[in-house]
């Protein structure tokens, strides 16, 4: 059953049974009201009739005589005498049998009952005569119009309860469709998140109930599932992107080394030709290598451990600067350190790779005569090492690919230099894995900047 089925059967039988309850609490309470005033009627009449009976001659000798007197010609009442327990008088004589328990009555007493005879009902009251034969004098009334009354009135709420309850019926209809109207959405949407449509619109707004706080858990999962979603396409894209990358950094070589050598099989070459052709397929060979290794890196970072020790920065960039010798004197290449913070605590093998990636790249792509600047800092969040060059500088539309696998700013160049685009993608890894960041600013002709964020680590100076 739909929930605005229950809602509204629920509100449906709840409200009329409250207000038929409330309609025979009143009723009763009339009732109970009109019988009370009816008993302090008889008891009145009945004292009336007693002193009148008291005061009447010939009470003693024919008391029947006056009493007849004083209810003849009204039919709605009648009296009767007991004495000792017998019948006297009765002016109707229909109720003896009723009368039975009020003939126990004492003296300075007044008993009442009520009593149903043939359909109607009636106010009995009794109470001891003062005279030397101690007679009962039995008063009743006839109150059936009360009852017909309580009858009439049960019949009036019969008829209100089903206008009522039409009424009721339309409310509680209007009442649950609109209340499970932003559930019947929430539902909808649900639905169309389960197929994968994460762009659909939830009406989140400040609420303190429990329906607004459903939208809102659900609309941040709406939005946590679509940048998951984001997060796997661009991840697919990434590792597509990569997978091609690799694929043409392999097949590049691997032809050239088979074209040279049919040639060297198939061919009448001279010893010239031959040494060539032989030194073409040692340098792809030797690409195949370095590919090999950098991705062997790739590999390796996730599941290598780190071995965190004080690190001397400036001892270790003099030992990167003494592996890069040979390049640095080809190029006239200066090298100058700006140690803030001379002592790092870090893993010192992966720091090392990572400054000498960054070294390496900026004198590639340096002019000759230009100077590479080294510098480390403290600051609020931990320690920033900058490294600037006086490069050719990396256009700003390539800045935001420059950390991914294979990527290249100049293609041309990259292959005279040997650059496979892996070197920037395993210092970003070897970053994340030291707890760190690495960010490029950098400016066409006028060089590059990085800037490597370890976080939350201890120095020392």
């Not at 005569?129 to 009852?147: A, F, G, P, V």
């Not at 796997?232 to 990358?245: C, D, M, V």
């Not at 004080?310 to 006239?332: D, G, H, P, S, T």
């Amino acid at each position: 059953m739909k929930l605005w089925k229950k809602i509204f059967l629920l509100i449906f039988f709840i409200g009329v049974f409250c207000i038929g309850i409330n309609d025979y609490i009143l009723v009763e309470q009339q009732h109970k009201k009109n019988v009370e005033q009816m008993q302090e009627h008889v008891l009145s009449e009945f004292q009336l009739f007693y002193e009148n009976y008291q005061d009447s001659a010939g009470a003693f000798l024919y008391p029947e005589k006056v009493v007849d007197r004083y209810v003849y010609g009204n039919s709605d009442v009648e009296a009767a005498l007991y004495e000792e327990n017998d019948y006297v008088y009765n002016s109707e004589s229909r109720f003896a049998a009723d009368y039975e328990s009020l003939l126990s009555v004492e003296k300075n007493e007044r008993r009442v009952k009520i009593f149903n005879e043939e359909g109607k009902y009636y106010l009995a009251a009794a109470g001891v005569l003062n005279d030397e034969r101690n007679m009962i004098l039995i008063y009743t009334r006839d109150i059936s119009q009360i009852y017909e009354n309580r009858r009439d009135h049960y019949g009036q709420s019969v008829i209100l309860l089903v206008i009522m309850a039409v009424f009721l019926m339309i409310i509680a209809y209007v009442f649950s469709r609109w209340i499970t109207k932003p559930i019947k959405k929430l539902v909808n949407n649900i639905s169309g998140i389960s197929k994968g449509d994460f762009n659909l619109e939830f009406n989140v707004k400040e609420s303190e109930d429990e329906i607004g706080e459903v939208e809102i858990a659900l609309s941040r999962m709406q939005s946590e599932l679509r940048k998951r979603e984001e997060d796997l396409e661009l991840e697919a894209r990434n590792r597509q992107r990569f997978i091609n990358g690799f694929t043409h950094e392999m097949n590049t070589p691997l032809t050239s080394v088979e074209g040279y050598s049919q040639m060297l099989r198939s061919a009448k070459l001279t010893k010239e030709q031959e040494v060539n052709a032989l030194d073409c397929i040692i340098a792809e060979t030797r690409r195949l290598q370095i590919l090999y290794e950098k991705m062997k890196q790739l590999c390796l970072i996730p599941e290598e451990e780190l071995l965190i020790e004080n690190v001397n920065l400036a001892e270790l960039c003099e030992e990167i600067k003494q592996e890069l010798k040979c390049q640095l004197e080809e190029k006239q290449i200066t090298i100058i350190t700006e140690m803030e913070t001379k002592e790092i605590q870090t893993d010192r093998e992966f720091l090392r790779i990572v400054l000498s990636n960054v070294l390496r790249n900026s004198i590639i792509y340096s002019e000759l005569d230009k100077k590479i600047v080294i510098e480390s800092q403290r600051a609020e969040s931990g320690i920033v090492v900058l490294i600037s060059d006086e490069g050719n500088g990396i256009p700003q539309e390539k800045l935001q690919n420059i950390m991914e696998a294979f990527f290249r700013v100049d293609k041309s160049r990259s292959r005279k230099t040997g650059g496979m685009g892996l070197g920037l993608t395993i210092i970003a890894q070897i970053m994340e894995k030291l707890g760190g960041e690495i960010s490029i600013e950098s400016e066409v002709k006028k060089g590059t900047t990085v800037k490597l964020i370890f976080y939350n680590l201890a120095t020392t100076l």
